[in-house]
């Protein structure tokens, strides 16, 4: 195939794209977009590839066609997999260098986006933003895609004897594709943003947009295709992010985008063709693989150590880019310009390369699971066997996304004719539940939870981004909340939400005044938890990061924040307006309690306080218990 540097060009505006998306530069929130950009081009390179080779020998030669990937892919990933692992091993603990590596292991399999569906873990537990390797899914996607399209699209040539029938039977398979990845995305969209049966489309209308140019030529009015194609890739970008709807439906967008520059840019008209395939835009595009390889490491490491930085940010960006720089002026571009006799043994490197580095990769993070012999019998760090959880998790109270069904749990001792409060909110209410239980049962009180993650009490739908849609049963279950509490009639109600919801003052005001005025009554107290901080870290991995052993009494400022700097002021003060609209409503203020002195650590007193980002371990609530029952008008008196 002819070179055009107008594609790599595209890489270019693709890869800029999902840069500024994963940086947090406000305005790109669509940033990721620009992995459906990369899509296409590979559908459409190596479909033209392999067009070339039937026309002209009649067969597939899968050898050397998978060399060429194994050159491509193969070394930068060894790379930079393996500088990460041993930053890593350099910068974090153990527990967190165990969990990378496992991921990483994952992903030198080519199977990153497997994982990525099958590790959904619980959302008291690690989110898949953390993950050193999270961007290897998308290479994944691709190698798998590599693995059946050439088989097809040669069956399919076969059969229909040459590209001018096979250019109407692939697009109509795409269209099929494209269908069903709507209708994955909108019944699972977590698998569907990772899976390749959903994205097999996308590759496949790069390859239809190979096969246009290949039998039609190129088009009319193409100046005025390149610039629709690049204000559609730039529109999804700036104009959508994961909250707007059906990603796979809204991809349609820089996807088509994508397709008119590849087809546009044939005729080499100037404007946007010339533009980009000018010296810097091809440039960027030709390091683009390695930008991406290197970018997500490096802003995750830097996360880690300058939480909340934009220098630190800044800082990962270009280290990343120079990284790509020099990966590709000695290392990617002598491999790939070497050419074999015999692929076969290329190949075979690359199979055994890939076993070598997952083997490798999963003895790192088998090794980094076990502690130092210095901790005797206990294979835990003993910061890690400080985390405590509040016991009603274990209750089977949670459905969290599953279902809406609601399940009170009724504490027990629980005695006819004793008052009764209710607990009710998601797990930032929750975790105030080992302190609520014990000051209440002192006062003689029922106690009864009603708690689902992940749901405020605030009677207004939102967008959920870790199942990828409205978060629906949220919904329902506040209904069947407020509908328990007007038939059982607590005396008392405690209400709770983390203030990380995406909602603004108007929301926030009026949707809790709307849960507020279903469940008031005469002689009900209903208090409203405000809430904690969430730190722009992980506490307890902070701690184990900095200390071989539990501190006795230690402040370290490496775990601290200013309170003032990620306190939840903005709902608070919402939350205490709805309150006041209503009579025995009212607002608990909690974030003094979690951080005195106006500092935010994650170990205060000999003790720990987060659990991780934004969850309180539960024996730090019974510490702080008198203060919080002061807040609520209880004794506390002793047992």
Same mark, same amino acid.
């Given at each position: 195939?002819?070179?055009?540097?107008?594609?790599?060009?595209?890489?270019?505006?693709?890869?800029?794209?999902?840069?500024?998306?994963?940086?947090?530069?406000?305005?790109?929130?669509?940033?990721?977009?620009?992995?459906?950009?990369?899509?296409?081009?590979?559908?459409?390179?190596?479909?033209?590839?392999?067009?070339?080779?039937?026309?002209?020998?009649?067969?597939?030669?899968?050898?050397?066609?998978?060399?060429?990937?194994?050159?491509?892919?193969?070394?930068?990933?060894?790379?930079?997999?393996?500088?990460?692992?041993?930053?890593?091993?350099?910068?974090?603990?153990?527990?967190?260098?165990?969990?990378?590596?496992?991921?990483?292991?994952?992903?030198?399999?080519?199977?990153?986006?497997?994982?990525?569906? *099958?590790?959904?873990?619980?959302?008291?537990?690690?989110?898949?933003?953390?993950?050193?390797?999270?961007?290897?899914?998308?290479?994944?996607?691709?190698?798998?895609?590599?693995?059946?399209?050439?088989?097809?699209?040669?069956?399919?040539?076969?059969?229909?004897?040459?590209?001018?029938?096979?250019?109407?039977?692939?697009?109509?398979?795409?269209?099929?594709?494209?269908?069903?990845?709507?209708?994955?995305?909108?019944?699972?969209?977590?698998?569907?943003?990772?899976?390749? +049966?959903?994205?097999?489309?996308?590759?496949?209308?790069?390859?239809?947009?190979?096969?246009?140019?290949?039998?039609?030529?190129?088009?009319?009015?193409?100046?005025?295709?390149?610039?629709?194609?690049?204000?559609?890739?730039?529109?999804?970008?700036?104009?959508?992010?994961?909250?707007?709807?059906?990603?796979?439906?809204?991809?349609?967008?820089?996807?088509?985008?994508?397709?008119?520059?590849?087809?546009?840019?044939?005729?080499?008209?100037?404007?946007?063709?010339?533009?980009?395939?000018?010296?810097?835009?091809?440039?960027?595009?030709?390091?683009?693989?390695?930008?991406?390889?290197?970018?997500?490491?490096?802003?995750?490491?830097?996360?880690?150590?300058?939480?909340?930085?934009?220098?630190?940010?800044?800082?990962?960006?270009?280290?990343?880019?120079?990284?790509?720089?020099?990966?590709?002026?000695?290392?990617?571009?002598?491999?790939?310009?070497?050419?074999?006799?015999?692929?076969?043994?290329?190949?075979?490197?690359?199979?055994?390369?890939?076993?070598?580095?997952?083997?490798?990769?999963?003895?790192?993070?088998?090794?980094?699971?076990?502690?130092?012999?210095?901790?005797?019998?206990?294979?835990?760090?003993?910061?890690?066997?400080?985390?405590?959880?509040?016991?009603?998790?274990?209750?089977?109270?949670?459905?969290?996304?599953?279902?809406?069904?609601?399940?009170?749990?009724?504490?027990?001792?629980?005695?006819?004719?004793?008052?009764?409060?209710?607990?009710?909110?998601?797990?930032?209410?929750?975790? *105030?539940?080992?302190?609520?239980?014990?000051?209440?049962?002192?006062?003689? *009180?029922?106690?009864?939870?009603?708690?689902?993650?992940?749901?405020?009490?605030?009677?207004?739908?939102?967008?959920?981004?870790?199942?990828?849609?409205?978060?629906?049963?949220?919904?329902? *279950?506040? +209904?069947?909340?407020?509908?328990?509490?007007?038939?059982?009639?607590?005396?008392?109600?405690?209400?709770?939400?983390?203030?990380?919801?995406?909602?603004?003052?108007?929301?926030?005001?009026?949707?809790?005044?709307?849960?507020?005025?279903?469940?008031?009554?005469?002689?009900?107290?209903?208090?409203?938890?405000?809430?904690?901080?969430?730190?722009?870290?992980?506490?307890?991995?902070?701690?184990?990061?900095?200390?071989?052993?539990?501190?006795?009494?230690?402040? +370290?400022?490496?775990?601290?924040?200013?309170?003032?700097?990620?306190?939840?002021?903005?709902?608070?003060?919402?939350?205490?307006?709805?309150?006041?609209?209503?009579?025995?409503?009212?607002?608990?203020?909690?974030?003094?309690?979690?951080?005195?002195?106006?500092?935010?650590?994650?170990?205060?007193?000999?003790?720990?306080?987060?659990?991780?980002?934004?969850?309180?371990?539960?024996?730090?609530?019974?510490?702080?218990?008198?203060?919080?029952?002061?807040?609520?008008?209880?004794?506390?008196?002793?047992?």
């Amino acid at each position: 195939m002819t070179y055009r540097a107008d594609i790599d060009g595209l890489r270019a505006l693709a890869i800029v794209l999902v840069v500024l998306g994963h940086a947090g530069v406000p305005g790109f929130g669509g940033g990721f977009f620009g992995v459906d950009v990369f899509f296409v081009i590979s559908g459409f390179l190596i479909t033209g590839l392999l067009v070339d080779e039937f026309r002209t020998t009649g067969r597939f030669d899968a050898a050397r066609f998978y060399e060429r990937r194994v050159k491509r892919l193969l070394p930068a990933f060894a790379i930079v997999m393996v500088t990460t692992l041993v930053l890593a091993a350099i910068l974090l603990s153990p527990a967190e260098l165990a969990r990378h590596a496992k991921e990483a292991a994952w992903a030198a399999a080519w199977m990153a986006n497997i994982h990525q569906v *099958w590790s959904d873990t619980s959302y008291f537990g690690e989110t898949r933003e953390s993950g050193l390797f999270l961007h290897a899914w998308s290479l994944s996607v691709e190698e798998q895609f590599y693995l059946l399209w050439p088989i097809l699209l040669l069956a399919a040539w076969r059969l229909a004897r040459g590209a001018a029938t096979v250019h109407r039977v692939v697009p109509l398979a795409t269209v099929l594709a494209f269908l069903w990845g709507v209708w994955r995305a909108h019944v699972d969209p977590v698998s569907a943003y990772f899976l390749p +049966d959903a994205r097999a489309w996308q590759l496949m209308l790069g390859a239809c947009a190979f096969l246009w140019v290949d039998t039609q030529g190129a088009p009319s009015h193409a100046r005025r295709l390149c610039l629709l194609g690049l204000f559609l890739i730039v529109f999804a970008a700036v104009g959508f992010d994961k909250s707007s709807g059906n990603l796979m439906l809204l991809a349609a967008i820089p996807t088509l985008g994508a397709v008119l520059l590849l087809i546009g840019g044939t005729e080499r008209n100037g404007g946007v063709n010339r533009a980009l395939g000018s010296r810097w835009p091809a440039l960027v595009g030709r390091v683009s693989y390695g930008w991406y390889l290197w970018h997500w490491p490096a802003l995750v490491l830097a996360a880690l150590l300058f939480p909340a930085s934009i220098l630190g940010v800044a800082a990962a960006v270009l280290a990343s880019f120079v990284l790509a720089i020099a990966m590709y002026r000695w290392i990617e571009s002598p491999i790939r310009k070497r050419r074999s006799d015999d692929p076969r043994p290329v190949v075979l490197l690359g199979v055994v390369g890939s076993i070598a580095m997952a083997l490798i990769a999963l003895q790192v993070a088998k090794s980094s699971s076990v502690e130092p012999v210095r901790q005797l019998e206990s294979s835990q760090h003993p910061i890690q066997a400080m985390v405590t959880f509040p016991e009603i998790y274990d209750a089977g109270c949670d459905d969290w996304y599953h279902s809406a069904d609601l399940k009170p749990c009724f504490v027990s001792p629980f005695s006819e004719g004793s008052p009764t409060v209710v607990i009710a909110g998601d797990s930032i209410a929750l975790q *105030w539940f080992p302190a609520i239980r014990s000051m209440f049962q002192r006062n003689g *009180w029922n106690i009864v939870v009603l708690t689902k993650s992940a749901c405020a009490m605030v009677d207004r739908p939102f967008f959920y981004e870790r199942i990828g849609r409205e978060y629906t049963e949220c919904g329902e *279950w506040r +209904d069947a909340v407020i509908e328990f509490i007007r038939e059982t009639r607590p005396e008392r109600v405690v209400l709770g939400s983390a203030g990380s919801y995406p909602f603004g003052e108007s929301e926030w005001t009026e949707g809790t005044a709307e849960v507020l005025s279903e469940i008031v009554a005469p002689e009900r107290r209903i208090d409203i938890l405000g809430p904690s901080p969430t730190l722009p870290f992980d506490g307890l991995a902070c701690m184990i990061r900095h200390h071989p052993e539990a501190p006795i009494d230690v402040v +370290d400022s490496r775990c601290t924040v200013p309170l003032a700097d990620v306190r939840w002021t903005d709902v608070e003060r919402w939350l205490a307006v709805a309150a006041e609209r209503f009579p025995g409503v009212n607002f608990i203020e909690t974030s003094t309690i979690v951080c005195p002195g106006g500092i935010c650590s994650a170990w205060w007193s000999g003790q720990l306080v987060f659990r991780d980002t934004q969850h309180l371990n539960a024996d730090f609530t019974v510490g702080v218990e008198a203060d919080l029952a002061a807040r609520l008008g209880l004794v506390t008196a002793g047992p």
